[in-house]
Nanobody, 130 residues
């Protein structure tokens, strides 16, 4: 069982920045692909970003590309989401998740699908005021 704990959320004005962290248990963190998702009130969970186990390959949703950056520290078993130029529409609960392991996929769109992630954190609230 993998446990994930997000932190770093809060209230920020539009144009501001936040850095989210996701601490992960388990010795195999360095082999995990990781993702960030978000869910706003009344909306479905939405893909934000994905990072490969090495940290070299990254995928972003169009809505955050150029503003958000995903990274990881395998020695600390932690994945980060740096969020800059925040907008009110970024307001949501942000979740980190561990991508399904044990298989490779030629279709990289699977990295954007919540049903391909096996473990989830409890989320951290981000609120952006206008």
């Amino acid at each position: 069982q993998v446990q994930l704990v997000e932190s770093g959320g809060g209230l920020v004005q539009a144009g501001g920045s936040l850095r989210l962290s996701c601490a992960t248990s388990g010795r195999a963190f360095g082999s995990y692909r990781m993702g960030w998702f978000r869910q706003a009130p009344g909306k479905e969970r939405e893909f934000v970003a994905h990072i490969s186990s090495s940290g070299i390959s990254k995928v972003y949703s169009d809505s955050v590309k150029g503003r958000f950056s995903i990274s990881r520290d395998n020695a600390m078993s932690t994945v980060y989401l740096q969020m800059n130029s925040l907008k009110p529409e970024d307001t949501a609960v942000y979740y980190c998740a561990v991508f399904r392991s044990g298989a490779t996929y030629s279709d990289t769109s699977v990295y954007t699908r919540a049903d391909y992630y096996d473990y989830w954190g409890q989320g951290t609230q981000v609120a952006v005021s206008s």
